[in-house]
């Protein structure tokens, strides 16, 4: 998929999102329990809420569809680039880390976290020092768990 | 008054408490003029650090943070025309282009001055407002309280930014992910899928944090492969008298400044929006009303003092409704609203009976603040525009860690963690689509209340509606509410019907 098709439609596709997300929701409203103590029970604002989000989303998607038929095609270069397989693998780096933190132990989950992360989001113009960057990693991961350990009494895992 | 003036004034007069005021200019500062870091950063990152604090003490670094942060904008905005934080954003129309014509010094003089000038204002109006607001609200029930959340809640619809649909969609979100966990009425489970976690409901912090710090973590790893280094414009105050400005412009500008920081205050306190918007609406009211429009951006005074006034008035604004109602004016204050809830205070009217030193404590701490910007910003500022150049890639991974320390600082729990990842996935979606995030934190905080006084108004007049009709302040809420629909419907059929024309 080109990057121009994905700007062109991405006001319906959010659209589309919106309206899923707000019928899977209001679904749930069948599932919670009924209460009769109260004149409304615990589902009356979650189906208003749904209600009002299935509205606003199909309002979304008329307007997307009315904005990508005015979409006028940039043929320019893109003023400014976009790495979205960098946020993959930068949120990838992020779920790992939270998820072996356990594990491992705050501080070494911690100084590998920073080492990759620095490099994920460093500009590719610019070089890297990669002494600098494992003592960075290393000293700060310490020093926070010292800190926050020590001497905030902050259980942190590990 | 005086009385609790002393109070406050015997909690944070002493030498702690002042380097805390000092260093949590200097940081917001710092956090203000890096762009990509806001003031709601940084309270996220100096959070967990609170939650072994006194509660004194961790107010009055939070909310000198507050303070540092809005004003730091304005260095990056002047020196490199790109806005250390959205409150800056219309500093650049005239301070980059004044430093472009050599008054870098005199833009940054008067964007220092007027920021506390409009901290200053604000925190007068703040000192006077929000103790009698907290009187009327005392006697607040559940019908008052109903109808101020239905009118808060209208305000996102017509302040969110270029699409109404969206900034709705963004604040209807928000009421549905905070309906996630125990109804406060009945107790009964929604949504919860059998998690015990879940029951609780997400905590604000966690939310606040993904939203807005991981979401920018995301957003800068995606550009930033292919980011430009940022060239900060040489800037010498040496033999520069005073702040850089005489005073005949000082008085010139007397009704600009008035006007702005008096906007920037009305917007701080409307539930939120923050300084983010009052820098934009009051540098165009400035221009608007001036003998001399078209030289607007091209580097004078006026622009300066339009935006500088109005986003950090817009501080003081914003505290009126968090102190007086519990209800925050902006994104920071929904986070102050957090770091109290940590600390067992509750923001409300029965602070000012109940936590009086702290009510005080942050009054004072505003105006200490406010002394301790103006001159840390002025004469830090090499200190300051060095910082710039420190490489983000260090910074953001620093934050980061910061950020999950926070979450997980909040009840011990992984859990936290994850609701932080979970909606820092959604503030990355919701860029990617140009839905803002502010009106979503609204809504996650105004919905409940909203919900729990309409149940609980329901209970007291036996299930009839009316009764939020016939209390007089109840009423004239709902009707401000129907009011605010009305004008923001027709604004936008109005901007719509123009915007066709136009094509």
């Known amino acids: ?158 | 008054m005086l009385e609790s003036f002393a109070i406050g004034a015997q909690a944070i007069l002493d030498p702690i408490s002042l380097l805390i005021i000092i260093l949590g200019v200097t940081l917001g500062i710092v956090f203000g003029a890096i762009p990509g870091l806001s003031a709601t950063m940084a309270l996220a990152l100096f959070l967990p650090i609170t939650y072994r604090m006194t509660p004194i003490s961790g107010i009055i670094l939070l909310i000198s943070l507050y303070i540092g942060g809005i004003s730091g904008g304005l260095i990056s905005a002047i020196l490199t025309r790109i806005p250390g934080t959205p409150s800056s954003v219309a500093t650049c129309f005239d301070g980059y282009p004044m430093t472009a014509k050599g008054e870098g010094p005199k833009a940054l003089g008067v964007g220092i001055v007027y920021s506390f000038i409009g901290t200053i204002m604000s925190t007068i109006v703040l000192i006077f407002l929000a103790p009698w607001l907290a009187k009327i609200a005392i006697k607040f029930g559940a019908y008052e309280y109903f109808s101020v959340a239905l009118f808060s809640l209208t305000m996102m619809a017509g302040l969110s930014g270029k699409s109404m649909i969206k900034g709705l969609i963004s604040g209807f979100m928000g009421c549905i992910f905070a309906t996630i966990g125990m109804d406060s009425i009945g107790s009964v489970q929604r949504y919860t899928f059998g998690s015990v976690q879940l029951s609780s409901g997400f905590n604000i912090l966690p939310v606040l944090i993904g939203l807005f710090a991981i979401s920018e973590i995301l957003i800068t790893a995606e550009k930033a492969k292919y980011a430009t280094k940022l060239d900060a414009v040489q800037v010498d105050i040496k033999g520069i008298k005073g702040f850089g400005f005489t005073w005949k412009e000082f008085i010139e500008q007397k009704w600009n400044m008035l006007i702005s920081g008096l906007m920037g205050i009305g917007i701080g306190i409307l539930p939120g929006i923050g300084g983010g918007v009052a820098n934009v609406m009051a540098y165009g009211a400035v221009k608007n009303r001036s003998k001399y429009p078209e030289k607007f951006g091209t580097g004078i005074i006026d622009g300066v003092v339009a935006t500088e006034t109005s986003n950090n008035a817009a501080i003081g604004g914003a505290l009126v409704p968090l102190l007086a109602l519990g209800i925050p004016g902006d994104t920071v204050t929904a986070m102050l609203l957090g770091g109290l809830t940590i600390q067992g205070i509750a923001p409300g009217p029965l602070m000012f009976t109940q936590n009086v030193d702290i009510v005080y404590a942050i009054f004072l701490t505003m105006i200490i603040g406010a002394f301790s910007m103006l001159f840390i910003e002025f004469y830090g500022l090499r200190g300051f525009a060095a910082l710039l150049k420190i490489p983000k890639h260090y910074l953001l991974p620093g934050i980061f860690l910061f950020c999950i320390i926070g979450s997980f600082g909040i009840g011990n729990r992984l859990f936290d963690v994850w609701t932080v990842l979970l909606f820092g996935v959604l503030g990355f979606a919701f860029h990617k689509v140009d839905i803002p995030p502010s009106p979503f934190i609204l809504g996650f905080i105004i919905g409940p209340i909203m919900e729990t006084n309409l149940r609980r108004g329901l209970m007291f007049s036996q299930g009839d509606y009316t009764a939020f009709l016939t209390e007089p302040i109840s009423a004239f809420f709902l009707v401000a509410a129907a009011l605010s629909i009305t004008l923001t419907v027709r604004k936008n059929v109005k901007n719509a019907k123009k915007s066709r024309l136009q094509n």
């Open chain 1, 1 to 158: 998929m080109s990057r121009q098709f994905l700007l062109r439609y991405k006001g319906i596709a959010a659209g589309i999102g919106i309206t899923i997300f707000a019928i899977a929701y209001l679904i749930g409203t069948l599932f919670i329990r009924r209460t009769t103590f109260v004149t409304i029970g615990a589902e009356f604002m979650p189906q208003i809420y749904g209600y009002i989000l299935l509205f606003l989303g199909a309002c979304q998607i008329y307007q997307g569809i009315k904005e990508s038929k005015r979409f006028v095609e940039d043929t320019q270069k893109p003023k400014e680039r976009k790495d979205i397989k960098n946020v993959l693998v930068t949120f990838v780096v992020i779920i790992a880390y939270v998820a072996i933190m356990n594990f491992i132990g705050f501080m070494i989950a911690s100084a590998m976290l920073l080492f990759l992360m620095t490099i994920l989001l460093k500009p590719a113009n610019s070089k890297l020092n990669y002494v600098v960057t494992i003592i960075f990693s290393v000293v700060l991961s310490i020093g926070t768990y010292l800190l926050f350990h020590n001497v905030m009494y902050l259980s942190l895992p590990g």
